[in-house]
């Protein structure tokens, strides 16, 4: 498979070329002609369809290098950036570092409830079934027997 067509799955999900054409209202053919002759144009349409950025897109079709955007990132930094922008990429982070926390998260069973036990019942936390019908035993003999 060609990198581009590995973006086009990752990006739509593994949506169809029919599924991908329908939501960007045009045929499955236009589509896959648009991405052989005008690339940039047809990564855009479908990063924007499937709310994905367009940029891996652009590496994958070779109209961007990753030196390019490396050396783009470098002339970029912290200052250039709004304080409303940084709390987007916070909030950003944290929502996507909560979502793989919690697709972490397994069910276990509860534990089973046992009842209180009170410290003041001297039978508390026995089971009485476990001491009930005892086989019956010889009586004790008296070490001094009275006569």
């Known amino acids: 498979m060609e990198p581009i067509n590995d ?3 990752e990006a739509t999900g593994g949506d169809s070329w029919r599924a991908i054409a329908a939501r960007l209202d045009t045929t499955h053919p ?3 002609r648009r991405l052989r002759d005008q690339p940039a144009d047809a990564i855009h349409a479908i990063a924007n369809a499937y709310g994905v950025n ?4 652009f590496i994958a079709a070779g109209i961007v290098t990753e030196f390019d955007l490396r050396q783009y990132t470098k002339s970029t930094s912290i200052e250039d950036f709004s304080d409303l922008e940084l709390a987007q990429v916070i909030v950003e982070r944290l929502q996507k570092r909560e979502a793989e926390d ?3 998260v397994t069910e276990f069973p509860s534990p089973g409830i046992r009842p209180v036990v009170d410290d003041d019942d001297p039978l508390a ?3 009485p079934q476990q001491y ?4 019956r035993t010889e009586p004790l003999e008296e070490d001094n027997p009275t006569p």
Not at 54 to 57: C, M, S, V
Not at 132 to 135: I, K, L, Q, T
């Open 54 to 57: 367009p940029i891996p897109g």
């Open 30 to 32: 236009t589509i896959q």
């Open 125 to 127: 936390g026995i089971d």
């Open 7 to 9: 973006w086009v799955h």
């Open 132 to 135: 009930a019908a005892h086989p």
């Open 102 to 104: 919690l697709s972490n």
